[in-house]
């Protein structure tokens, strides 16, 4: 089917496609398509965009006429270091400050392209015109477009027409997809993934709340406030970040969902309907993620001489709130409770244990392939009745 060259044609295109793919690969892909369609002899494109990710510095799509589709590569932090970022046209347009610089080479015309290195592994690849363009987007900056044909008269005038005329509404479409992309990854890396979904289907009320019965993780750090008094700020930080890391993997690896950093302690929920199945399921991964933060911890001591961090776990079982509380503009989507409450209530009783690991008697019922041994009955703070205590090993020995 052939389109029509009117770029009015390819922009209307553009604005109503943008939602229809899943991934940003499938959207570049089609563009680079849409542009063929249109005449424009494109042989290879790249996309090249900023991050605001804590994990990621930039994305690139990669797509060449032959490749049959768009690859996406992540580009971590650190990057912009490299010398391959240093000497590209990508930081040309990304740190250059005119936003409707257009690089253009005709690699045939030029015996040795020397101002940017990828020029000549092109030239040498048979391409004869490169173009890179700026992508107006207006969250992180403009992202970058390279276009190159290995078409013996290279771009015409009407095919640079069709390019830049597009370049609006490729980027406003793009836009609308990272907005949504940014925002899934800010609130996935501040409040979680289940919460971040909540708020995404519309759970934003003051007071807006779901019941939901759930093994509640609770992890303390032990000794912090003389830690904190006696290394720089910036050590301390940097233990823990590192210690975060090693409890919150082995969590996330077993199906846990981190919920809050509250100081130096960790809540983390495993969800679970009512039912003996499902309570032993999450019970299981709760157990497991305490075990394997343990060991992690401990291989962490051994191998680290500035590693001398130990914390305390414990595991209870019972039904809580998760939704929003605060003030009417300043949320926090948190879980409350008296299983809370619980859970942080019999953590400091892990320092009576050698392996650092409590569990409340509901939850030691609900788990009873485990050998467990009573600390005794307790009474806790804001809770009426005594509570028994358990603990998994069988030798006592305080921290």
């Known amino acids: 089917m052939h389109h029509s060259d009117d770029p009015e044609d390819l922009r209307d295109w ?29 042989d290879r494109m790249t996309l090249h965009m900023r991050q605001l990710n804590p994990g990621l510095r930039a994305r690139s799509f990669h797509w060449s006429r032959d490749s049959g589709g768009a690859i996406e590569v992540k580009r971590g932090h650190g990057v912009e270091k490299h010398e391959d970022y240093i000497h590209s046209p990508v930081r040309d347009i990304f740190e250059g400050g005119d936003t409707n610089k257009v690089i253009e080479r005709r690699l045939d015309r030029h015996k040795d392209p020397k101002d940017y290195p990828v020029l000549l592994d092109l030239k040498h690849q048979g391409y004869v015109h490169y173009l890179m363009l700026p992508v107006p987007l207006w969250i992180l900056g403009p992202a970058a477009l390279s ?10 005038q009407r095919h640079l027409d069709i390019l830049e005329s597009s370049l609006k509404a490729f980027g406003t479409a793009l836009e609308l997809q990272e907005t949504r992309r940014l925002a899934r990854t800010l609130l996935d890396t501040y409040v979680g993934h289940d919460a971040g979904e909540r ?36 050590h301390v930080i940097e233990l823990l970040d590192r210690y975060f890391e090693t409890v919150g993997k082995c969590l996330t690896d077993a199906g846990g969902e981190i919920l809050k950093f509250i100081g130096d302690g960790i809540l983390a929920i495993f969800p679970c309907p009512e039912g003996h199945t499902y309570h032993c399921t999450a019970c299981k991964q709760a157990l497991g ?13 051994k191998e680290e001489d500035d590693f001398d961090l130990t914390c305390g776990i414990a595991l209870h079982v019972g039904d809580v709130r998760f939704g929003n509380v605060g003030t009417t503009d300043r949320l926090d989507f948190t879980v409350i409770g008296p299983a809370v409450n619980m859970v942080t209530r019999i953590e400091p009783f892990s320092k009576k244990t050698k392996d650092r690991i409590v569990v409340s008697a509901d939850f030691a019922e609900r ?33």
């Open 199 to 234: 708020i995404l289907r519309g759970s934003i009320l003051r007071g807006d709340s779901e019941a939901v019965h759930a093994v509640l993780f609770y992890c303390d750090l032990r000794n912090f406030t003389p830690l904190s008094e006696s290394k720089p700020l910036p």
């Open 147 to 156: 276009i190159a044909t290995r078409h013996t008269d290279g771009f015409s």
């Open 367 to 399: 788990e009873s392939d485990v050998n467990y041994r009573s600390l005794g009955k307790f009474p806790l703070k804001g809770i009426g009745d005594w509570k028994e205590i358990l603990t998994t090993e069988s030798a006592s020995a305080a921290d």
């Open 14 to 42: 553009l604005l109503s496609q943008h939602d229809s793919f899943g991934r940003g690969t499938l959207f570049f892909d089609a563009f680079a398509r849409q542009l063929i369609l249109r005449g424009v002899p494109a």
């Open 289 to 301: 993620a305490a075990q394997a933060a343990q060991a992690a911890m401990a291989k962490r001591r």
